[in-house]
T-cell receptor, first 112, second 112 residues
Framework: DGGITQSPKYLFRKEGQNVTLSCEQN?????MYWYRQDPGQGLRLIYY???????QKGDIAEGYSVSREKKESFPLTVTSAQKNPTAFYLC???????????FGSGTQLSVL | ELKVEQNPLFLSMQEGKNYTIYCNYS?????LYWYRQDPGKSLESLFV?????AVKQEGRLMASLDTKARLSTLHITAAVHDLSATYFC????????????FGQGTILTVHP
């Protein structure tokens, strides 16, 4: 079945530690996105990529980094510079110029 | 900067009743999306509205778009308990497909 796989489902970060969230899609979509969701709030865009080896900052990119070395993969690193990383992180993808976004199942990141 | 506002943010309904959720946005856009989110889960696409006057219906939910008024509505007819969830509208940034700005979400609770 085609879809977007995020892992892990739950992740804990120690202070000063970088952690990486995985996002893989087998939908052959060109564009991929990372959103952050805080409790009781809407989603905010962190980074997005429309083609391999290219990505752009979203509205809240500070403290995060991404790479897009393969079409199917768009990992997100939460660096130690992100002082308030506790949130639900959602990866999404769509066809270039396509319509709706397809979302992964999300990763809940918490700070120890 | 594109802003998206939903109201109400909390909606408690009795089964069998009708109600409307409103989504206002601040800049010109021809693409608006409605999503549903169950607690701790990812987002499920409900509707994609691509032009002024677009109306889509699925079961007890009907969505419409008025691009001139920068307003979308999600109408709920004869609510049932299974509709309890958080509903988000999202508006596409005109510069990039898939770059969505989300509303705060409306938490809908349907009581017997």
């Amino acid at each position: 079945d085609g879809g977007i796989t995020q892992s892990p489902k739950y992740l804990f970060r120690k202070e000063g530690q970088n952690v990486t969230l995985s996002c893989e899609q087998n939908l052959n979509h060109d564009a991929m996105y990372w959103y952050r969701q805080d409790p009781g709030q809407g989603l905010r865009l962190i980074y997005y990529s429309q083609i391999v080896n290219d990505f752009q900052k979203g509205d809240i990119a500070e403290g995060y980094s991404v790479s897009r070395e393969k079409k199917e993969s768009f990992p997100l690193t939460v660096t130690s510079a992100q002082k308030n990383p506790t949130a639900f992180y959602l990866c999404a993808s769509n066809r270039q110029g396509g319509e709706k976004l397809f979302f992964g199942s999300g990763t809940q990141l918490s700070v120890l | 900067e594109l802003k998206v506002e939903q109201n109400p943010l909390f909606l408690s309904m009795q089964e069998g009743k009708n109600y409307t959720i409103y989504c206002n946005y601040s800049t010109t856009s021809d693409r608006l999306y409605w999503y549903r989110q169950d607690p701790g889960k990812s987002l499920e696409s409900l509707f994609v509205l691509l032009s002024n006057g677009a109306v889509k219906q699925e079961g007890r939910l009907m969505a419409s778009l008025d691009t001139k008024a920068r307003l979308s509505t999600l109408h709920i007819t004869a609510a049932v308990h299974d509709l309890s969830a958080t509903y988000f509208c999202a508006v596409e940034d005109g510069t990039s497909y898939g770059k969505l700005t989300f509303g705060q979400g409306t938490i809908l609770t349907v009581h017997p």
